[in-house]
């Protein structure tokens, strides 16, 4: 599948300068990529298999983020699955928010793309266009925990690609009930496992720094780390 080369959207860009530029597709596009809903973290290792294979140079510029919380319950904007007019997943908005199905979205997990001083995220679970900059992906998806009690503020595990597909394992047992059957029926592909492990998922969704691989970030220091270059390209 050839890599495509596109601007991402003109109008998501924050400035001119960004505008003029041209992105490299380097995944299929959203038709093409395997998909299974409820699966997000093998959503985004197909995705990072697909670059190494296709785009291998690429692959060190495309990080993985797990987002999640102690509290294992996040809200997310712009998700296809939502039901309200803005797609809020996972909340219902009566002056607070109040998680009502922690189990469906306890987690999420993206797939972006650094190639310059943009950023991309690719969510294959949002309405959002296929990439979409990462500011207006954090002003219309992730927006401000100020909103938010402080057990629900969201955290972000940031993993080179790389390391993602070294390290991550699953053998979906987080899917399973008691009695063995599917929550969510799984992907058809094998379940991904290293020699080390068959099943470390939970040292990626936990936002423990000590725990696991990569850099865990609070909201406001994971927009400084992929948008910072933005603000300094924008006012030159």
Known sequence: ???????????????RHIVTKTVKT????????????FYCEENVWRLCEYVRTH????????????ISNESRC????????????????????????????????DY???FMYEPDERCLVFDLDSDLPFPTYFHKYVTETLRTDHILRPEHHRYFRV??????????????RHMRREDGTWMHPPPPTPAIATPESV??????????????V???????????????????????
């Open 1 to 15: 599948m050839a890599a495509q080369t596109q601007t991402a959207g003109a109008n998501d860009s924050p400035s």
């Open 26 to 37: 380097i995944v299929p596009t959203t038709e093409e990529c395997a998909y299974t809903q």
């Open 55 to 66: 785009e291998g140079q690429e692959l060190v510029k495309c990080f993985v983020v797990f």
């Open 74 to 105: 996040v809200p997310l904007w712009r998700q296809r699955i939502g039901k309200s007019e803005d797609k809020l997943i996972t909340w219902d908005y009566s002056n607070i928010f109040t998680c009502v199905a922690p189990s469906e979205k």
């Open 108 to 110: 999420h997990v993206l």
């Open 159 to 172: 993993v080179p690609a790389s390391v993602f597909l070294q390290k991550f394992a699953s053998d979906r």
């Open 199 to 212: 099943h470390n998922l939970d040292d990626f969704i936990s936002m423990d720094s000590k725990r696991g």
């Open 214 to 236: 990569g850099t865990v970030y609070n909201l406001q220091d994971f927009v400084r780390r992929f948008y910072k270059n933005i603000f300094q390209c924008s006012s030159t």
